[in-house]
């Protein structure tokens, strides 16, 4: 079922129709230049423009890092609230806007876009792409979007349906659309933000997690004035007896079982995780998981998978492959090398060495020569058990006994979420230090085919599971869903710290150490943000409990904790308007948080409403406005349940197959189902199989459940209702 129940909510100033613009005006201050006026030398020279953040990591490096130096230690007391934007959504924000001469432009759900006086917060366009409900259903991890582009005079964004859009700066007017999804019957989903390379914008997708047999992955390019298709390079090879599409192909070939069954599209998609180099020319791109996640479905060849888990670089003008380092041959543990670059130019051997880094979801901290793919240094930067070390001679990680859940369920440091994900790190050349958000989660990997467990295939996972360990963790609980698995006084037994934590770490990527660290949620995750450095030895840092945080770059000492109300998971930047610094930040809960069930107790999300919005803070300025306090009614009095309890049973198996993806039994951004009313309940079917509820964001499922899995899911939902309705009434026990 989809996280995406419940409509973006109407903005209070304004609404539009889908797929329009609408303007209120630009001043003339800010009309000095063209809006968007960007091009190749401005990005370049980013430095020497500090009022000004580019792209989505301010500059062409992806550092997230600002020159900025008003906002300083001696002043960060007096950083205030600024201003506000609602962004009219309930759903994740993951986006970074983009200032460019006083204007904000940025993007949201569904791939909104959104113009905004930078100094006052006014709106002075918004777009709404007219993208069908069905693809709500699409990604993975909610309906998020992680950003624009903007270059000479144009605002590039990917809806969620593949649509790749440019438009008028000045107006939100599209110019050009183009439709980059080879296949629409596949759960293709575009989520991340587009890159230029040149000539040309380049965009991903997501999918390889999805469904049965996932989708195959690709980036496409298309020129910038008129959105026509110059090339696409497929990431995982074709069907066995299908023809390449790129050279490159034929040697990957080699790393799939040659008896691979068809049906499996192979995965490596490419939803995050690009940055071009104008000087090389060169545009870097990190690959997801293969799928499935148990490779022992495509054969019994123990082959690496290319270019699944993989960074790869490519020829901007061409679209072939230059070089590619893989960094978790044959991927069973969903080790995407999506996460964010950053560009440096780093001091190595007493050399400089232009460099490409990465903090990977698999533990490892690369730096690579990003002429040509060298491996420089791949240090631990999380605790890692999957792996001892990575060989410097052959690149490879040097596999554990633990990494092996083929056998039996094992307990795996880092979980599928990654010890790094999409939230950026920034880099520091003042410090010479990487922030990085780390994640410090296991996942109990258990095979659900021959585990003994009810569940045998949930969406996401394919035919596998990747338990998260964490205060909610019971083992035994879990048994009759997906056999026995580890209980927690073993695993906390391999460990002297807690077993589920999140982090600051300052991390050293010459040398591998860690400077400074700082816990930033515990037991349960807390989903915290992305970070921003400054050029006055500042990190921000925001946090799912609600806070704006502020340290020193060099020692991480706590400067200023700023409340907000909000969940922070998107990562803060910096500008300069009229003279005035601002840092801002997108909030709202949500992303593949929704998974976890109920919302993180540390979350803002679970004590105020979910109000997707922009906060932006100057010197000066006053509290953040908290949103209204989070009303969580009692469970009505459920129907009458007529199921048996074998249809209950179905109905859960079920529910976990094809739901929990985006419904949890408890406070979530997406709606609790066991709080129906009376009404949805006498429609359930219509809902779930006939999409009644689509304009709402709950599409029909008629494709992937039938009407009896309807009824059991229907009987489950009751029965869970009645637990809850009688718990709350001092009575449990199901009706």
Known sequence: MSRIMGAPRAHAMMGCLAGAALAVGITSAQAARPPGDVDEARVLAADSEPQNWFTGGRDQRGSYFSPLRQIDAGNIDRLGFAWDYDLATDRGQEATPIVIDGIMYTSSTWGYVYALDAATGRELWRFMPQA????????????????????????????????LHALDAATGKQVWEADTFVDHKLPYASTGAPQIAGDVVVIGNGGADMGHVAVRGYVAA????????????????????????????????????????????????????????????????????????????LGSARLDSLYAASIIALHADTGRMAWYYQTTPRDSWDYDAVQKFVLADLSIAGKPHPVLMQANKNGFFYVLDRRNGKLLSANKFAYVNWATQ?????????????????????TVYPSWIGAHTWNPMSFSAQTGLVYIPVIDVPAVWVDLLHAGGAVKFIDGFFTVNGVVVDDTYDAADLQRLYGTLPDIASIKSKRH??????????????????????ETSSGIRG????????????VFQGRGSGELWVYAADSG??????????????????????????????????????????????????????????IAFKLGGGP?????????????????????????????????????????????????????????????NDIVLRGLLGGAGMERFDDLISEQDADNIHAYLIDQAWIGYRAQQGAPGSH
Request: glycine content about 8%.
């Open 497 to 518: 710290e807690k077993p589920t934590r999140e982090l600051l770490r300052a991390f050293d990527p010459l040398t591998g150490k860690t400077a400074w660290e700082v």
């Open 557 to 614: 000492k706590v400067l200023a904790s700023i409340p907000t109300g909000s969940h922070i998971m998107a990562a803060p930047m910096s500008y300069v308007v009229n003279g005035e610094q601002y840092v801002a930040v997108q909030v709202g809960y949500g992303g593949a948080a929704i998974t976890y069930a109920p919302t993180p107790p540390s979350s803002a999300a679970l004590t105020h409403t979910n109000v997707n919005r922009i």
């Open 132 to 163: 069908k409900e069905i693809y709500a259903r699409n990604p993975c991890c909610d309906l998020v979007n992680r950003g624009v582009a903007v270059w000479k005079g144009k605002v590039y964004v990917a809806s969620v349906d593949g649509h």
């Open 527 to 538: 989903s915290d943000g992305g970070t921003m450095s400054t050029a006055s030895n500042l």
């Open 390 to 410: 990575v060989d410097m001679t052959s690149g490879r990680p040097v596999l554990t006994a633990q990494a092996d859940w083929y056998e039996s369920p094992k």
């Open 222 to 297: 298309y020129d910038l004035q008129s959105g026509a298709f110059k090339w696409r390079f497929w990431t995982v090879p074709p069907p066995v007896g299908q023809p390449y599409e790129n050279p490159e192909l034929a040697a990957a070939d080699k790393t799939w079982d040659p008896h691979r069954p068809a049906q499996f599209n192979g995965g490596g998609t490419v939803w995050d995780g690009l940055a071009y180099d104008p000087k090389l020319k060169l545009l870097y791109l990190g690959t997801a998981n293969a799928a499935p996640y148990d490779l022992r479905q």
């Open 624 to 684: 953040v406005p908290q949103p209204a306090a989070r009303e969580e009614g009692p469970i009505p009095l459920p129907p009458v349940q007529h199921a048996g309890a074998e249809s209950i049973k179905a109905g859960e198996v079920k529910f976990i197959e094809e739901c929990s993806r985006c419904h949890v039994l408890g406070p979530s951004s997406t709606p609790d189902l066991r709080r129906l009313s009376p009404g949805l309940h006498a429609v359930f």
